[in-house]
Nanobody
Framework: QVQLVESGGGLVQNGESLNLSCAAT?????MGWYRQVPGKQRELVAT??????TDYGKSMQDRFTVSRGGARTVYLEMKSLRIDDTAVYFC???????????WGQGTQVAVLP
């Protein structure tokens, strides 16, 4: 059973930085992050493949940086956090060969004014 374990969420002040990590129990071509607030659809933050391709959600690239530590880890560096960045951040992992997609349980990020 594949598991994605997220870490690094928490409570920060407006303008501060926070880093998220996700470790998988298997190898994945594409890993990344999505976020969701109650009542809204889950939205793309950023994904990165082991082949170097990176995708960012709308307006995410300005302050967020996604990176990989290999085929089993993905990181998200978040700078200049704003109140509207408050959300549950989910790790996502995708195997191209099998088309399998997995989700982590989510980690809460809360930005205070």
């Amino acid at each position: 059973q594949v598991q994605l374990v997220e870490s690094g969420g928490g409570l920060v002040q407006n303008g501060e930085s926070l880093n998220l990590s996700c470790a998988a129990t298997g190898d994945f071509d594409i890993m990344g992050w999505y976020r969701q607030v109650p009542g809204k659809q889950r939205e793309l933050v950023a994904t990165k493949s082991v082949y170097g391709k990176t995708d960012y959600g709308k307006s995410m690239q300005d302050r967020f940086t996604v990176s990989r530590g290999g085929a089993r880890t993905v990181y998200l560096e978040m700078k200049s956090l704003r109140i509207d960045d408050t959300a549950v951040y989910f790790c996502n992992a995708h195997q191209l060969f099998t088309s399998n997609v997995y989700w982590g349980q989510g980690t809460q990020v809360a930005v205070l004014p």
